[in-house]
């Protein structure tokens, strides 16, 4: 773990909150990078804020400092918009957090750009350490199709699945669905190849709706997947690594019951959308497969600091549906939620991310010195 500043009288890391971005989920971010803000060790750490804009531009915003004192955490999409009068002109990342003035990126950006490995190389160009999972972890991890075929090489149980080439779905549209109906039948789930929060997502119910599910779907990439519909409990289950040591240990298991049809995006982030229950109410023997399960997705694809796997207990059985390398981190995500069940309050479970990453450059910078 790094050196306590109190103690020390060392100069406190100057952590950059990396927040916003072009995706969808750019709210999402916004809201849990303020919450990053004011939970984070001032005593240990000197924040900056950045926000990302959609044209990848990168904005400081100190008038956000000020939310750090704010009674409670914002609601998503509750973020203030940036003015002229309490903003500084854009930078390129180059210009922003490349000239000396970051020790660590803190990422808090979801979806493509920010999840998906880009911002990750960005950062990796400038030599400056950040949190959470490398490059090729996160490009796996955001590509559906990817981790599944990675994951089931490694013994992963799936749910049935269909993959569809949206570059080939104007000619094959008929081919497609009667593989769909021989395959997994319906009511099926069409969702984007790379995309999060449930974004795109549709449940269909009959053959005459998988043309315009897909087709919504394509409009976030050009791979889609049509999933069989399971019926039983939904769950996750977070894992956070050791900052002393690196071994990666799973978190109390989550169920999560959407009072819509199902996990959508409102239902994740609308207050009272959803009932998140922590211990999940499942046998022991399942919450110890589901726990094993995530933790052996995070190894299969490389994660590092954190990872949160989604699964679904159907007809007895755990299946993975996906991994999440920068879980959410508002105030009702689920990360949080798990973490605090094991004792992790939210400045606590900050530290340790941080932590995390300073141990991870610790480690890259002794094997340079060695060659």
Request: aromatic share 4%.
């Given at each position: 773990?790094?050196?306590?500043?109190?103690?020390?009288?060392a100069?406190?890391?100057?952590?950059?909150?990396?927040?916003?971005?072009?995706?969808?989920?750019?709210?999402?971010?916004?809201?849990?990078?303020?919450?990053?803000?004011?939970?984070?060790?001032?005593?240990?750490?000197?924040?900056?804020?950045?926000?990302?804009?959609?044209?990848?531009?990168f904005l400081?915003?100190?008038?956000?400092?000020?939310?750090?004192?704010?009674?409670?955490?914002?609601?998503?999409?509750?973020?203030?918009?940036a003015?002229?009068?309490?903003?500084?002109?854009?930078?390129?990342?180059?210009?922003?957090v490349?000239d000396?003035?970051?020790?660590?990126a803190?990422?808090?950006?979801?979806?493509?750009?920010?999840?998906?490995?880009?911002?990750?190389?960005?950062?990796?160009?400038?030599?400056?350490?950040?949190?959470?999972?490398?490059?090729l972890?996160?490009?796996?991890?955001m590509?559906?199709?990817?981790?599944?075929?990675?994951?089931?090489?490694?013994?992963?149980?799936?749910?049935?699945?269909?993959?569809?080439d949206?570059?080939?779905?104007?000619?094959n549209?008929?081919?497609?669905?009667?593989?769909?109906?021989?395959?997994?039948?319906?009511?099926?789930?069409?969702?984007?190849?790379?995309?999060?929060s449930?974004?795109?997502?549709?449940i269909?119910?009959t053959?005459?709706?998988?043309?315009?599910?897909?087709?919504?779907?394509?409009?976030?990439?050009d791979?889609?997947?049509?999933?069989?519909?399971l019926?039983?409990?939904?769950?996750?289950?977070?894992?956070?690594?050791?900052?002393?040591?690196?071994?990666?240990?799973?978190?109390?298991?989550?169920?999560i019951?959407?009072?819509?049809?199902?996990?959508?995006?409102?239902a994740?982030?609308?207050?009272?959308?959803?009932?998140?229950?922590?211990?999940?109410?499942?046998?022991?023997?399942?919450?110890?497969?589901?726990?094993q399960?995530?933790?052996?997705?995070?190894?299969?694809?490389?994660?590092?600091?954190?990872s949160?796997?989604?699964?679904?207990?159907?007809?007895?059985?755990?299946?993975?549906?996906?991994?999440?390398?920068?879980?959410?981190?508002?105030?009702?995500?689920?990360?949080?939620?798990?973490a605090?069940?094991?004792?992790?309050?939210?400045t606590?479970?900050v530290s340790?991310?941080?932590?995390?990453?300073?141990?991870?450059?610790?480690?890259?910078?002794?094997r340079?010195?060695?060659?």
């Open positions: 773990m790094a050196a306590d500043p109190k103690t020390t009288g100069k406190r890391p100057r952590v950059a909150i990396l927040m916003g971005g072009p995706s969808p989920e750019r709210d999402v971010s916004l809201a849990g990078g303020v919450q990053v803000l004011q939970a984070i060790d001032r005593t240990r750490f000197d924040a900056l804020v950045y926000e990302i804009t959609r044209e990848g531009k400081p915003r100190p008038d956000l400092l000020r939310l750090a004192g704010a009674a409670g955490p914002p609601e998503v999409g509750g973020v203030p918009t003015t002229g009068a309490t903003t500084m002109a854009p930078h390129g990342i180059g210009e922003t490349g000396g003035t970051v020790d660590l803190f990422i808090v950006l979801h979806g493509p750009y920010g999840e998906d490995g880009t911002i990750q190389g960005l950062l990796e160009l400038l030599g400056i350490p950040y949190t959470g999972s490398g490059v972890a996160s490009a796996l991890a590509d559906k199709l990817r981790s599944r075929q990675i994951g089931m090489a490694n013994g992963l149980p799936f749910p049935r699945f269909v993959t569809v949206g570059g080939a779905w104007p000619g549209r008929l081919e497609v669905a009667a593989q769909v109906a021989r395959d997994l039948g319906f009511p099926c789930v069409v969702k984007p190849n790379a995309q999060g449930s974004v795109g997502v549709s269909v119910g053959e005459d709706a998988l043309t315009p599910a897909v087709e919504r779907a394509v409009e976030f990439g791979v889609v997947l049509v999933e069989e519909y019926r039983g409990t939904e769950i996750t289950c977070a894992i956070l690594e050791d900052p002393k040591t690196g071994i990666p240990s799973p978190l109390p298991v989550i169920e019951v959407p009072k819509r049809e199902f996990f959508t995006y409102e994740k982030y609308t207050p009272g959308g959803s009932e998140e229950i922590v211990p999940a109410r499942i046998s022991a023997v399942q919450a110890k497969q589901a726990q399960l995530a933790l052996r997705a995070h190894r299969a694809l490389g994660c590092e600091g954190m949160r796997t989604d699964m679904f207990i159907a007809d007895g059985k755990v299946l993975v549906l996906e991994l999440n390398t920068i879980p959410g981190l508002t105030h009702g995500s689920l990360l949080p939620k798990a605090a069940a094991a004792g992790i309050d939210f606590a479970l340790r991310i941080v932590d995390n990453a300073l141990r991870r450059q610790r480690t890259r910078q002794r340079s010195r060695g060659r």
